[in-house]
């Protein structure tokens, strides 16, 4: 169902809505890994933030909107797409003024569409907000384990013990805003340096310099079918198999799914990627310059929960990530003029991740997304329940393995 207003259009599940309220109680591990699985609640129909915002341009990026839409009614999610002025060339030029950036028309209202957003959600009367692109792909078991298990263990590293007691007994999943101002849980790398190098660059010790904490997802694809550039990160810093970590952002990039504080918002839009006189040539850059600020030496997870108005915000990577962007055309090409760009005119991430994600049939780093429509349903309100079934459970991904005929889902070994 789609309930459109003056100044937003609101997506909930097309035949049902579901409200959750959940209740978790989270543990410290005096270890950075958790070795012991447990069974988490699922997450609330936004994930743990107070809403799920949308950059997403009605004239530009139908079929993505569409595609965000299916797997958003599959995983039971409410997300909020808010409408996007009519960027014209008066606001690229209001926005270049004073500006030594060179960037296309494509980039600067990406950027503008970004802070529009942000804008809205400070408009709203909420604490924390995800950010998704509108050409994101997630897991079709993002809501009912990946979530989970990512929240309470970033929750259980950055709170202390007494605050943690406290937080829990209030529906929440992630730390308390106190604890945070970003959270990176979709991009294309947080590779360390401005680079994606991996093995032969990084060694164990340069995630032992950062604050981080590692956990088990079984979820999450074997190595040999990470993003090429993620499994050889993920191989130099010694990561087991199977294991998420978050650490301190270093050089994140891309903003395919990012949550934010009310306070991170403002400091956002004011200076840290401040719509106007660009210093940087994208959005995305801007933000992750405003994480790199230099801190303190001595960051730990308990003496650096406290702002610093005058350094860098305090930003959170997952690795690997939970959202990726499906391959396909780039809107901010299409805003140029450029149409669909070859292989070689894509930027490094997106060129060694596309062979890869053809021949899986998913996006990269993700084990069962809804690229390739496997789990499309159109206007099928008994397939859409299946569908949901599946996603409801965490297990074997069963693309293709089911009956439409009448939703028996086949049993196979191990789901």
Known sequence: MLVASAYYVRTISVFVVLVSIYYLCFFRSSSP?????????????????????????????A????????????????????????????????????????????????WLAHIHVLQEF??????????LEDDVDWDIFLRSSQIPLAASHLHTFLTPPPQSRHSASHPSFFPPIFAWDVLYLGHCGDYFTPFPN????????????????LFHDPTLPPRYNLHPFTASLLTALDVPPHTRLWHRSKLPLCTFGYAVT?????????????????????????????????????????????????????????QPEL?????????????????????????????????????????????????????????????????????????????????ERDLEWERVEGV
């Not at 400070?122 to 950010?131: F, G, K």
């Not at 329940?385 to 293709?400: N, Q």
């Open 33 to 61: 890994f958790v070795k012991h699985a447990r069974i988490f609640a699922p997450a609330n129909s936004t994930l743990g933030f107070g809403a799920i915002l949308v950059v997403s341009s009605p004239n530009v990026d």
């Open 323 to 403: 959202f990726h962007h499906r391959p396909g055309p780039s809107a901010i090409s299409a805003t140029d003029g450029r149409g669909i760009v070859d292989r070689a005119g894509l930027p490094p991430v997106d060129r060694e991740g596309l062979g890869q994600a053809t021949r899986r049939g998913e996006s990269s780093n993700l084990g069962c997304g809804f690229w390739g429509g496997a789990f499309e349903f159109g206007e099928d309100g008994e397939l859409l329940e299946g569908l949901r079934r599946v996603a409801r459970r965490s297990g074997v991904c069963v693309k293709g393995r089911w009956d």
């Open 122 to 131: 400070l408009n709203s009367n909420l604490e924390t907000a995800l950010i």
């Open 63 to 110: 079929d993505r909107r569409y595609n965000i839409i299916q797997a958003a009614n599959v995983t039971e999610l409410d997300l909020t797409i808010p409408l996007q002025p009519e960027w014209t060339d008066k606001d690229e030029a209001e926005f270049r003024k004073g500006g030594t950036a060179e960037m296309g028309k494509g980039s600067v209202f990406a």
């Open 262 to 318: 009310r306070a991170a918002a403002l400091r956002i839009i004011a200076t840290i990627a401040a719509p106007r006189a660009p210093t940087v040539g994208a959005y995305d850059v801007a933000l992750s310059h405003g994480c790199a600020t230099p801190q303190s030496s001595s960051l730990s997870p308990n003496n650096n929960t406290q702002p610093d108005p005058d350094g860098g915000l305090r930003c959170w990577t997952l």
């Open 198 to 213: 991996g093995v032969g660059y990084q060694t164990p010790a340069d995630l032992a310099a950062l604050p981080h904490t």
